[in-house]
């Protein structure tokens, strides 16, 4: 609730926004993130050697560094950083956005609407490392609305 209104960041209202299809059915994406191929059957289509995986301090794998992608994997990163999954670290590329990388890559369907939605929705109840993603879509979507900004708001 921004101002006393409610703002729909719902699939469809982003979908809407962007002016992108309705898919009906399974998010195939989702399906495909819940149980991806191995990760070194995505290192093979990513990285241009075998990658040495980093590891957290449970000895489980979160990221590669990036320095083993494809020309290919990091064009395609640098548009998901910009666009997608905001972000500028870029040394190292974590296991969710590797994995996004890699279905981008294979053609797997994304329902951006939803998820983009996912992301907000992970960041506002903490689940992600920043604070708040798509800070220009959800003003947008507060103009949409008719909420402006007041005097002494602070501009993300």
Known sequence: MVQ?????????????FFH?????????FNEFAREPSSLEIISECICTSRPDWI????NELTGIPRSFFTNE????????????FPSSHTSEINKDRTILLYAILTDVPLDIGSYI??????????GLT??????N?????????????????ELI
């Open 4 to 16: 006393g209104e409610t703002i729909n960041f719902l699939t469809s209202a982003i979908k809407h």
């Open 20 to 28: 992108t299809p309705i898919i009906h059915g399974p998010n195939e």
């Open 55 to 58: 590891r957290n301090v449970y």
């Open 73 to 84: 994997a990091w064009d395609w990163m640098r548009f998901i950083n910009a666009r997608l």
């Open 117 to 126: 939605h996912n992301v907000i929705w992970k960041s506002v109840w903490g």
């Open 130 to 135: 920043i604070n708040l993603y798509f800070s």
């Open 137 to 153: 879509l959800i003003t947008a979507l507060c103009q949409q609305e008719g909420i402006r900004n007041l005097p002494g708001d």
